[in-house]
């Protein structure tokens, strides 16, 4: 009989991951129930900004989120649709996504167009997050 066998021991044994979006923390781009994700694992190499990265969360066994930088001995990572910035510790890091799977169509991260995507999300984060910050506090003002 055949042990469970944890989303990290399985990408450290087969060295990559194919598996559905769970949650919304990545909104645009993953879609809960609806999209699948690939990640490989990572190696010694530094993961750089806009590398979505698969970690260790306290509380959380695994979370999915993008790099926004990248800092001496650990990653300042945000979700696509967080407004609370977190910092991951190189060792915490498991994996990378390289492409996911929309509407039936599988994606690179190398696109020309998602890499568009990338750069515009991250550049973009703190406006994002002051906006989703505003229409929170104003919908709390009306109630």
């Known amino acids: 009989m055949n042990e ?4 990290g021991e ?5 060295g990559t991951l194919t598996y559905a979006n769970v949650g919304v923390s990545m909104l645009p781009l993953l879609r809960q129930g609806r ?3 690939t990640v490989r694992k990572k190696g010694a190499e530094r993961c750089r900004a806009g590398d979505v990265v698969l970690y260790r969360r306290e509380g959380a066994p695994y979370v999915l ?3 926004v930088r990248v800092r001496e001995r650990d990653y300042v990572i945000l979700g696509d649709n967080c407004v609370s910035y977190e910092i991951v510790p190189e060792e915490d890091v498991l994996g990378v996504m390289t492409g996911f ?5 599988e994606h690179s991260v190398d696109e020309p167009l998602y890499r568009a995507y990338d750069a515009l999300w991250r550049h973009a984060a703190p406006l994002r997050i002051f ?5 929170h506090s104003l919908r709390q003002r009306i109630r």
């Open 131 to 135: 906006l989703k910050r505003s229409a």
């Open 101 to 105: 799977v929309r509407d039936g169509r």
């Open 65 to 67: 989120h993008r790099i």
């Open 10 to 14: 399985y990408l450290e044994k087969n």
């Open 4 to 7: 469970p066998v944890s989303i």
């Open 35 to 37: 999209d699948l994700f």
